[in-house]
């Protein structure tokens, strides 16, 4: 019988208890051993959710308080001057200070970067190491989490992030340096994990190495080889995991690392399980990753069953089971789902019950009797032909699109002309990405609206009033180009999803994007159209409370498919398409309506991408023909922007110029910058707006930092394509922090007018 193991489970807990509890202790209602108990409880139940599906052999770090690779860089000792109080000591405000640039002690300083983890939107912070780096064991917060689980009763599995994957993670800072070169110093601390773990009883260690799922050249390769053999021999087997893609390429070099067991990813990919059982000799574990990690749809066990029995039967008790990837990706439990119709419910399976189809299908592997799973998969089957997933109207629509469909009127050049005569900015004009300060006030009008306690006139007037204060605060400090404030808006997917037609929504179906923020992302389940309009009636409102421009705010077809639980039984070209028809209708709504600068967001852009870049172009292609089939149905006056964040661009950037959007508005405060080369090295074509300050962080940004900035981007790109704005939207973030940021933003923007031109 396999062994059932997971490689991670949400740590944020059913209800979002660990987002509540580490707010609280910023805020200071929470003591830090008050969060420390509120943590330890969290991962009891964390553990006895996955014991209860059936898992046996369960993760352990997987935990964290803000992000894994941060926990890891606390670990290694790879911690940054500024971050580090005059003691030196290392505890959890270091990490805080690390993550978002201030803890309940310690200094408020610029934060690390914060980036993508991989194709998800998961993000990490990213490691900053410079040459001739130091490493040392100094946080040993997982030693204490395993002795909690097996205190429980639990047989445990810690995790550790690779430590090349670490090292290919990070960001070198200072002179130039092979981050490479550093392995050696590295391993060491490796080792000492690896060795207490041991004392402890530890039997299994997973190192994750998901870089094997990248075209690696042969350094890495040669690395992780170095990285194994060194590894090996601390008293603990080693599995190797690898997810998100496939690592056939890489098979032959796998069989020949110095591990125990291999994880791999059967869902992301397709992969030759003959292939992958001759590479992998019998002697080693072969971990088959068969339940989609990052998806909520319940798997079709009988399909499974017939793809993987062959394998099971030959390879015995060397073989387990457990999901593609951690489960980090999805909600905690479908049971808490009490407002889901039947059909639709049967259709899901969230983190805990992905365990129980991993222990449903060993019971059918065991006994070779497959009524079970083939009942349990009966719902999936019928999902394919349902008729509230189907609209042939929809089919249609996006069968007749063509080239020109996903074309502006004119050239940039001719459309940027007529838009300095229509809108009529000054040189670095002033914006911000879109959201203000969503207030308590806000989301509990939004609740009560929903819950019916509130009526609609009653709700209206109560938005209403709020786009009015963020308007007057707009105008207060004096930016050029507003916007409405989305106060409407529980989230920039979420609300247009309730909008759409072919999308459901959960209760409880919280997912982690960053340290506490947590996004409840809607379920595709069908064919998407637009019914009626999203957003014109609150943005035409605001437009009748200024003379200055008011921004249209739509998020875009890219991001809306990746931020959302997508369907898997359709391609994601053709799902983008639809979505893109839908907010065409929407653009050209707005641009009826009388406004003239309309924004569709996609900071999803890149992280949509295969991680292989042989398959980036076909992605690109796809991904930016939809963005303009979205944008391309205004005149040329009609000025489009879109918003990209913490995304790198150098590999990416001639297709980005492909979105053609007239102005593109992104990250760059963290990195000083230096996102820019990219624009600058390509000769980006169109208008700019690079973020001159951190939203992530509740620390006010002075004039002459953002000054500072600006001079340096003024180097890369000609001023007169320069705008101004925050790094993201400001909907975390509380209003005097706000207001104080955008007053000195406005007079460095002002300030550098005099100076630039």
Same mark, same amino acid.
């Given at each position: 019988m396999a062994t059932i193991h997971n490689l991670g489970f949400p740590r944020v807990g059913k209800r979002r208890e660990l987002k509540h509890a580490v707010e609280a202790y910023w805020a200071g209602d929470l003591s830090r051993t008050e969060l420390f108990v509120k943590g330890q409880a969290i991962r009891a139940q964390n553990w006895a959710l996955q014991a209860s599906a059936g898992i046996e052999l369960l993760p352990v770090g997987d935990f964290a308080w803000y992000d894994h690779v941060l926990a890891t860089s606390l670990m290694v000792g790879a911690i940054p001057k500024r971050h580090q109080d005059d003691n030196e000591t290392v505890d959890i405000d270091t990490l805080f200070r690390m993550g978002r640039g201030r803890a309940p002690t310690g200094c408020a300083c610029a934060a690390s970067d914060m980036t993508k983890w991989f194709n998800t939107n998961y993000h990490y912070i990213v490691p900053e190491l410079h040459a001739g780096q130091e490493f040392a064991l100094t946080y040993t917060e997982l030693f204490e989490q395993v002795a909690e689980a097996q205190a429980l009763g639990h047989q445990v599995k810690p995790v550790l992030v690779g430590p090349v994957t670490y090292l290919y993670l990070a960001k070198g800072v200072g002179e130039e340096f092979?981050?490479?070169?550093?392995?050696?110093?590295?391993?060491?601390? /490796?080792?000492?994990v690896l060795t207490k773990l041991a004392s402890m009883g530890v039997d299994w260690v997973q %190192?994750?190495?998901?870089?094997? &799922?990248?075209?690696?050249?042969?350094?890495?390769?040669?690395?992780?080889?170095?990285?194994?053999?060194?590894?090996?021999?601390?008293?603990?087997?080693?599995?190797?995991?690898?997810?998100?893609?496939? $690592?056939t390429q890489y098979l032959p070099q796998i069989a020949q690392l110095a591990v125990d067991g291999v994880h791999l990813?059967?869902?992301?990919?397709? +992969?030759?399980?003959?292939?992958?059982?001759?590479?992998?000799?019998?002697?080693? @574990?072969?971990?088959?990753?068969?339940?989609n990690g990052r998806n909520i749809w319940r798997a079709d066990l009988s399909a499974v069953y017939e793809k993987i029995n062959a394998l099971v039967t030959k390879r015995a008790e060397q073989i387990w089971l457990a999901p593609s990837c951690s489960l980090l990706h999805c909600p905690v439990d479908l049971a808490q789902e009490q407002k889901l119709d039947p059909e639709l419910k049967s259709w899901l399976a969230f983190a805990k019950?992905?365990?129980?189809?991993?222990?449903?299908?060993?019971? &059918?592997?065991q006994t070779g009797d497959t009524q079970a799973i083939n009942q349990y998969s009966a719902p999936v089957k019928a999902r394919l032909t349902s008729a509230r997933v189907n609209n042939k109207e929809v089919q249609q629509r996006v069968a007749a699109l063509t080239t020109a469909d996903g074309q502006r009127h004119s050239s940039f050049n001719v459309r940027i002309a007529a838009q300095h005569v229509a809108?009529?900015? #000054?040189?670095?004009?002033?914006?911000?990405?879109?959201?203000?300060? +969503? *207030? +308590? $006030? %806000?989301? +509990?009008?939004?609740r009560d609206y929903k819950a019916g306690y509130l009526a609609f006139a009653d709700y209206e007037a109560q938005m209403k009033a709020e786009i009015r204060y963020a308007i007057e605060e707009q105008e207060a400090v004096d930016l050029d180009v507003l916007v409405h404030g989305e106060a409407e808006r529980n989230d920039m997917v979420e609300y247009f999803g309730e909008l759409l037609e072919g999308f459901a929504f959960t209760?409880?179906?919280?997912?982690?994007?960053?340290?506490?923020? !947590?996004?409840?992302?809607? =379920?595709? /389940?069908?064919?998407i159209s637009r019914s009626k309009p999203m957003t014109v009636q609150w943005t035409t409102y605001a437009q009748s409370q200024t003379n200055k421009h008011i921004k249209g705010m739509l998020t875009g077809p890219v991001t809306i498919l990746f931020w959302s639980f997508s369907r898997d039984d359709l391609d994601k070209p053709t799902i983008a398409n639809q979505i893109a028809l839908a907010l065409r209708d929407e653009v050209v709504d707005l641009e009826r309506a009388g406004i003239q600068i309309i924004q569709i967001d996609e900071p999803a852009f890149r992280e949509g991408m295969p991680l292989k870049a042989s398959q980036w172009q076909e992605y690109l292609a796809w991904a930016a023909y939809a963005f303009r089939v979205s944008a391309s149905g205004v005149k040329d006056e009609t000025q489009i922007h879109t918003h990209m964040c913490y995304s790198e661009f150098n590999d990416i950037i001639d297709s980005i110029a492909d979105m053609d959007a007239d102005v593109i508005t992104i990250e760059t405060s963290r990195s000083n910058m230096d996102l820019l080369n990219a624009f600058e090295e390509f000769a /980006? #074509?169109?208008?700019?707006?690079?973020?001159?300050?951190?939203?992530? *962080? #509740?620390? =006010?940004?002075?004039v002459q930092w953002?000054?500072?900035?600006?001079?340096?981007?003024?180097?890369? %790109?000609? $001023?007169?394509?320069?705008? @101004?704005?925050?790094? !993201?939207?400001?909907?975390?973030?509380?209003?005097?922090?706000?207001?104080e940021a955008l007053k000195n933003m406005v007079q460095a923007a002002k300030e550098l007018r005099q100076e630039l031109r």
């Open positions: 092979d981050k490479l070169s550093l392995l050696e110093k590295l391993l060491p601390v /490796y080792q000492q %190192i994750d190495e998901p870089i094997l &799922a990248l075209e690696l050249n042969e350094a890495y390769l040669t690395a992780l080889s170095k990285s194994f053999n060194v590894l090996q021999g601390q008293g603990v087997k080693l599995l190797l995991a690898t997810y998100f893609g496939s $690592v990813d059967l869902v992301a990919e397709p +992969q030759s399980l003959d292939t992958i059982s001759q590479a992998i000799g019998v002697d080693k @574990v072969l971990s088959l990753g068969v339940v019950q992905k365990g129980s189809e991993l222990a449903l299908l060993n019971t &059918a592997l809108l009529q900015l #000054p040189l670095l004009p002033t914006t911000t990405i879109g959201s203000f300060p +969503q *207030t +308590q $006030v %806000i989301r +509990q009008a939004r209760q409880y179906g919280w997912v982690q994007s960053y340290g506490t923020r !947590c996004v409840k992302p809607p =379920v595709i /389940y069908g064919d /980006y #074509p169109n208008d700019i707006g690079p973020g001159v300050y951190d939203i992530h *962080t #509740p620390n =006010v940004p002075q953002m000054k500072g900035l600006i001079h340096t981007a003024a180097k890369k %790109i000609p $001023v007169q394509r320069l705008w @101004v704005n925050p790094d !993201c939207g400001l909907k975390t973030r509380a209003w005097p922090e706000t207001r």
